[in-house]
Every structure is written in structure tokens, then in C-alpha cells.
Nanobody, 122 residues
Framework: QIQVVESGGDSVQAGGSLRLSCTASGYIYPLYCMGWFRQAPGKEREAVATFESDGKISYIDSVKGRFTISQDNAKDTLYLYLQMDNLKPEDTAKFYC??????????????WGQGTQVTVSS
């Protein structure tokens, strides 16, 4: 069983920075995709940035140049980080970390954490 835990959310002013952390422990596949997703009130959950085991990284356009995803690993544990700079009020959302064998599988059948709240005030 894989357990996913996020941390690092907070309330900041526009232009500020935050670093989110995610730990995924348990059996980890040799090939995987981990990603940061966010969900704002009244909106669908969207993928913000993903990291695949082959090193491929993807971002949505609205965060390119502001957010940086990175990953580390230890025995049976994966760590995923999201450095968020120049935060904007529209970044306000609950951020979730997800994991699956493929990025396209995360939404429907991935392992998820409970989320961490990011609030950006103007």
C-alpha cells in the first residue's frame, strides 16, 4: 500500500514563494509518474506539474517560469517538491500530490494525499 502525504501549504501575499513537499512511501513501481495537482473552489482538479521516472517534466502554461518541480528517492520512498515563486491570487487552491504508473492514470486510479492549502492574497 502506498501512502502519500503533502505539506508546505500556507497563506502568502502575491509575489511570495512557497515550497510544497510530498512523500510517497510503500511499494514504488520502477516506472512511475508523480504530479502536483490543484483544485480551487468550484473548479475541477487540474494537473500543475508532473515528473516521470525517465526524467520528463511537464508544466501547465500558467505556471511556467514560476514553478519548479523536483524529485528525489530513497528505498521504497519517493519525494516530490514544488517550488512556487511569484505567486498570484489565482494560484489559490488546495494542492494535491498524485502517483501512478502513468501520468494519465493518476486522476482516476492514482494514489493521492489529503492535500495542502495554498492561499495567495493580493
Amino acid at each position: 500500500q502506498i501512502q502519500v502525504v503533502e505539506s508546505g501549504g500556507d497563506s502568502v501575499q502575491a509575489g511570495g514563494s512557497l515550497r510544497l513537499s510530498c512523500t510517497a512511501s510503500g511499494y514504488i513501481y520502477p516506472l512511475y509518474c508523480m504530479g502536483w495537482f490543484r483544485q480551487a473552489p468550484g473548479k475541477e482538479r487540474e494537473a500543475v506539474a508532473t515528473f516521470e521516472s525517465d526524467g520528463k517534466i511537464s508544466y501547465i502554461d500558467s505556471v511556467k517560469g514560476r514553478f519548479t518541480i523536483s524529485q528525489d528517492n530513497a528505498k521504497d520512498t519517493l519525494y516530490l517538491y514544488l517550488q512556487m515563486d511569484n505567486l498570484k491570487p489565482e494560484d489559490t487552491a488546495k494542492f494535491y500530490c498524485g502517483l501512478a504508473r502513468k501520468c494519465s492514470w493518476i486522476r482516476d486510479s492514482g494514489y493521492w494525499g489529503q492535500g495542502t492549502q495554498v492561499t495567495v492574497s493580493s
